[in-house]
């Protein structure tokens, strides 16, 4: 019987859905809370495989916990969904940025500095209004737009301010001028799931669901299933989110997301999107 | 509380609002602690 390990250190609405696929599918499950757990590094691999399961889907809210035990599990034989070199490269925009260019994938126009004095001077580059986001954070935290040099000027004082190391990594992308939404699209392995587009909450520029905004079904053009499915293949796959606006010069991918939350595209779809998880799954372990 | 609550689900206080954690010790019985506050890490 296929063991299936599901870790995580919060219960939300998909871990509880993903637990109960996996009963569904008569699988032995174990459900392991990372926060109760420890890991000796020279831990046995058999030892590993009887806490964990065959496989584990990591669905760790905290993406630096996530990783690291993504890292000590491959280490030990384990086969993790999401892997380590697809949650690394995932979790840091910049890193996914360089992925999708290596593949070709179309994405918003991308500079990088790393002080305040470069990022200045690639806004001159890029012009105005412009986006700046972290290159680690999700739900839309520490999202801005910088409608002008003085707007820059005063965020990037903050930045400073945070004495954060990351925050002198500026990732700036031009303001892709698109619909009030932009679409969501679901990939589990070689399959393209659902597609979902995500409104803006009111008096908010950002499409996170996490900052309010809403969902309706998005059509799964063959297009769009393909760059979807060339984006998650260019990061090595898995089971992925991919985030794309609709640009004037076509669709774009701005992120790539490793574990993603899909509450929203399953209420406005109606996929069974944990089935699909589920199903991935075993098939990975009989590979 | 929902019917099939599970040990790490996160239930809000009637009362107050404040978000708690479920946790089952080994014997099944039930105990609340105050749910961990958003990390500057957490998300997809």
């Given at each position: 019987m296929v063991e299936i390990g599901i870790v995580y250190d919060r219960v939300r609405w998909e871990e509880k859905v993903l637990i109960e696929a996996s009963r569904k599918h008569g699988l032995n499950i174990k459900t392991i809370d990372l926060k109760d757990v420890y890991l000796n590094t020279l831990n046995e691999d058999d030892k590993i495989r009887q806490e964990f399961g065959e496989v584990v889907l990591q669905r760790c809210i905290s993406y630096f916990r996530g990783l690291h035990?993504?890292?000590?599990?491959?280490?030990?034989?384990?086969?993790?969904?999401?892997?380590?070199?697809?949650?690394?490269?995932?979790?840091?925009?910049?890193?996914?940025?360089?992925?999708?260019?290596?593949?070709?994938?179309?994405?918003?126009?991308?500079?990088?500095?790393?002080?305040?004095?470069?990022?200045?001077?690639?806004?001159?580059?890029?012009?105005?209004?412009?986006?700046?986001?972290?290159?680690?954070?999700?739900?839309?935290?520490?999202?801005?737009?910088?409608?002008?040099?003085?707007?820059?000027?005063?965020?990037?004082?903050?930045?400073?301010?945070?004495?954060?190391?990351?925050?002198?990594?500026?990732?700036?992308?031009?303001?892709?001028?698109?619909?009030?939404?932009?679409?969501?699209?679901l990939t589990v392995g070689d399959e393209v799931v659902a597609a979902a587009y995500r409104y803006s909450a009111e008096h908010d520029w950002r499409t996170n669901v996490a900052r309010g905004g809403k969902t309706e079904p998005c059509p799964l053009t063959d297009d769009l299933a393909d760059l979807a499915l060339k984006s998650s293949k260019a990061v090595g796959g898995g089971v992925l989110a991919v985030d794309c606006m609709e640009s004037p010069d076509g669709i774009v991918v701005h992120e790539v997301n490793n574990t993603p939350e899909f509450k929203g595209l399953y209420s406005a779809t109606g996929v069974d999107i944990p089935e699909k998880i589920i199903s991935y799954a075993i098939r990975v372990v009989k590979r | 509380m929902p019917d099939d609550v599970i040990s790490g689900e996160i239930v809000s206080c009637p009362d107050c609002g404040l978000d708690l954690e479920v946790r089952f010790d080994e014997k099944g019985a039930l105990s609340l602690k105050p749910a961990e506050v958003e990390g500057e890490d957490w998300g997809e």
């Open positions: 035990l993504t890292a000590l599990l491959e280490s030990m034989g384990v086969q993790v969904i999401n892997s380590f070199n697809v949650s690394l490269l995932c979790g840091n925009k910049l890193f996914t940025t360089l992925a999708l260019v290596k593949a070709k994938v179309p994405i918003p126009k991308t500079l990088v500095a790393f002080s305040e004095e470069g990022a200045l001077k690639a806004l001159d580059s890029l012009g105005y209004p412009a986006v700046l986001k972290p290159v680690i954070g999700s739900w839309g935290r520490l999202i801005a737009l910088l409608k002008d040099k003085e707007t820059a000027q005063a965020l990037f004082e903050f930045r400073e301010e945070m004495h954060n190391a990351l925050m002198q990594i500026y990732y700036l992308q031009e303001y892709v001028k698109r619909p009030p939404r932009d679409i969501r699209v | -």
